[in-house]
């Protein structure tokens, strides 16, 4: 038989029987479109862990008490690290509370955070207005306070360009704005830029935390290949530090572990999901197969006179075999059309879907490769019929 006259005879079938081809490959096109959106859902989970890490150094080390110490880090511990440690180039301290933070137009209940003066320059943050902390407010313990952009917006509804200059009430004390950050988005170093009052760490230490406060050192390894190093010296500076007074529960925790531990958890989602997308596909694959049965006996008689007229066995074979590959390739294109249609929807849900070419590819190269797995057994049965028994059956 050429190979026209196989394809012919398989889109006769396929036209035939456009209902039951249908339904056949209702498996195909559900699996191959939950491939597409789990490939594309992975992407943005993956692209979502870079974003919030970009603005982080992932030399950067953090240094904390352990739970339920009682020990307590301070800026003299940051002094220990910047002039012991070769390894770490940089070091601010962090604390953090939550609060009422008041303006003459509004009130907003949000993070109020103490910081040294090089914390926007290890956080990569730029100023929207005004200045940073400063070395000499931070020394003199004044109150003036930085906002992030979000925060700024809401305590000055009508114009943020007015508030540098302004007073803003923080625990019942009056602090002056002198600068606005600018936009962040996602969160920094565990803090949220976008909504947070940030004071002098000194300031905030007096007046809003007090010693109730956990804070926690920030310092930044000279390079990617000194964190381990880095580490090291930190324990060590501080059992040397602290060894008269009984040493020190510490923890030590670098952000490119932290990365590359999101990352892995968003890959091992995306294998998960893509595991059930092929289950889908499996059990449209034996939908194909059960289909074809079906297809071989009822077209038994037609087998036996394509063999009578010199039809070889392989012909046999090669036409149910690209039959069910025409089959499961139809539904990976209709898969495909169907993950475009469900684009809108995931928005509407707010999912963030990545479409990429790797996700359609994937999809179709799936379909394919379970159309043939499952069609080759019943094209063999096809393929394997005498022309005596197969003219002879009714």
Request: aromatic share 8%; hydrophobic share 50%.
């Amino acid at each position: 038989m050429k190979i026209t006259e196989i394809f012919r005879a398989i889109f006769t079938n396929i036209l035939a029987n456009k209902f039951r081809v249908f339904l056949t490959m209702l498996g195909i096109i559900v699996g191959a479109a939950t491939i597409i959106m789990v490939v594309g859902i992975g992407k943005a989970s993956e692209k979502a862990v870079e974003e919030q890490f970009a603005m982080l150094n992932v030399g950067t080390l953090y240094v904390q008490t352990g739970p339920g110490s009682k020990d307590t880090l301070s800026k003299e511990d940051v002094n220990l690290i910047t002039e012991n440690a070769e390894n770490v180039q940089g070091a601010t301290i962090l604390m953090t509370t939550r609060g009422d933070i008041s303006s003459n137009y509004e009130t907003f209940n949000g993070s109020i955070s103490g910081v040294t003066s090089i914390f926007d320059e290890m956080s990569n943050l730029s100023m929207y207005q005004g200045t940073f902390i400063e070395v000499a407010q931070d020394e003199r313990r004044e109150r003036v306070v930085v906002l992030g952009y979000t925060l700024a917006e809401t305590l000055f509804p009508e114009d943020i360009e007015k508030a540098i200059g302004e007073s803003i009430t923080i625990s019942g004390k009056r602090y002056i704005v002198v600068g606005i950050i600018d936009r962040v988005g996602d969160a920094i170093q565990g803090l949220l830029i976008d909504e947070a009052a940030i004071l002098p760490y000194s300031t905030a230490e007096s007046y809003v935390v007090g010693s109730s406060g956990k804070p926690r050192i920030i310092a930044v390894a000279k390079d990617i290949n000194a964190v381990e190093n880095a580490i090291i010296e930190l324990e060590q500076i501080f059992r040397e530090a602290y060894r008269p007074v009984g040493g020190v529960d510490l923890v030590i925790k670098d952000a490119g572990s932290k990365l590359v531990a999101a990352q892995d958890s968003a890959k091992t989602m995306s294998v998960l999901l893509i595991s059930v997308a092929t289950i889908v596909l499996i059990v449209g694959g034996i939908g194909i197969m059960n289909v074809l049965f079906v297809s071989v006996r009822e077209r038994t008689k037609e087998i036996g006179i394509l063999k009578a007229l010199g039809a070889r066995r392989a012909d046999i074979l090669l036409q149910f075999l690209l039959e069910s590959i025409m089959i499961s390739f139809l539904g990976g294109i209709l898969g495909i059309v169907l993950s475009f249609v469900t684009l809108p929807l995931m928005a509407y849900l707010q999912v963030e879907v990545n479409p990429s070419l790797n996700g359609y590819i994937l999809a179709l190269v799936f379909s394919v490769v379970t159309g043939t797995f499952f069609g080759y057994y019943p094209a063999t049965l096809a393929a394997a019929l005498r022309p005596i028994d197969a003219l002879r059956y009714e």
